[in-house]
């Protein structure tokens, strides 16, 4: 991506967990639904081992003890290459979403991006690289853990710059379910079906950000450059619920699936980039 002109957002925060890691505001009850939507009901009892595992504990998802983390707002000179590059990205959804607002007689309220390292705190609970880049809708920020974008490049098979774009973009589609009252009715109808309807609706919101991300690329075409769109379906490949359960050694589960299948993933984000348009995501009709 063409990123060098590109104006960062001031819209961050960094977080410094050592030393501490308890006082997570939302709890139990924010952050297991939170979990379950990224991983399954599976994905809870795993991230619980994977914390036992490397001497962290669990008891921190409950919300107990221990010192708060430390916010702080370091300056451009204190910031990684991959903050500012991600920053760059956010500042250039905040333009492109604005505008979009704006043509509909509405003022976009951006999210704040907080940076973590390994653990951190989020008012859905607690912060751990175990569940990758989330959104929580409770406190309007996203929060991503420093080495995620080695994650995608050593994990999942996907390097390059676009596919931080489009998981960040992704994250900020979420953002704009909640403002404008998506999230909170797919969260009432999931309390009112069974467990696999709840994840097929969860799966509708998901390939819905990933059109999303697909409109901000497309209306930001300064940004594009050759190969980018590549990446782009290779990233959305790598991280569909198919991909990931094979990759684990399970057998593709459907009913299990929380994001949507690789072929679903790359679909929507296409969408977004064919037509920048954001009426063209309806994924729940």
Request: proline share 6%.
């Amino acid at each position: 991506m063409r990123l060098d002109d590109e104006q960062e957002s001031s819209h961050f925060e960094v977080q410094d967990g050592r030393g501490g890691g308890g006082g997570f505001g939302g709890g139990l009850g924010m952050l297991l639904p939170l979990v379950g939507s990224r991983f399954g009901c599976g994905g809870i009892v795993v991230v619980l081992i994977v914390m036992a595992v490397m001497g962290m504990n669990p008891l921190t998802l409950l919300g107990g003890g221990g010192q708060p983390v430390e916010t702080s707002r370091p300056g451009p000179q204190e910031l990684s290459a991959i903050q500012r590059t991600s920053l760059q990205v956010l500042g250039s959804t905040e333009r492109r979403w604005a505008d979009i607002f704006q043509a509909h007689g509405q003022q976009y309220p951006p999210p704040t991006l907080v940076f973590y390292s390994q653990s951190g705190q989020s008012g859905c609970g607690a912060a751990q690289s175990a569940m990758g880049p989330f959104y929580c809708p409770a406190d309007q920020r996203i929060y991503i853990d420093t080495d995620f974008s080695r994650e995608m490049e050593q994990r999942f098979n996907a390097p390059g710059d676009f596919p931080i774009g489009y998981i960040i973009a992704h994250e900020v589609g979420h953002h704009i379910q909640t403002i404008d009252g998506t999230a909170d009715k797919v969260r009432n109808a999931q309390r009112r079906v069974t467990e696999a309807q709840g994840n097929a609706l969860q799966v509708k919101m998901e390939l819905q950000a990933d059109c999303y991300a697909g409109v901000w690329a497309a209306r930001d075409t300064n940004l594009m450059e050759p190969g980018d769109l590549e990446e782009g379906m290779r990233a959305a490949q790598a991280i569909g619920d198919d991909t990931l359960q094979k990759s684990a050694g399970q057998r593709p589960v459907p009913e299990s699936f929380t994001h949507g299948t690789a072929a679903q993933r790359m679909e929507w984000l296409r969408k977004g980039l064919e037509t920048g348009d954001p009426a063209q995501c309806d994924t729940f009709s």
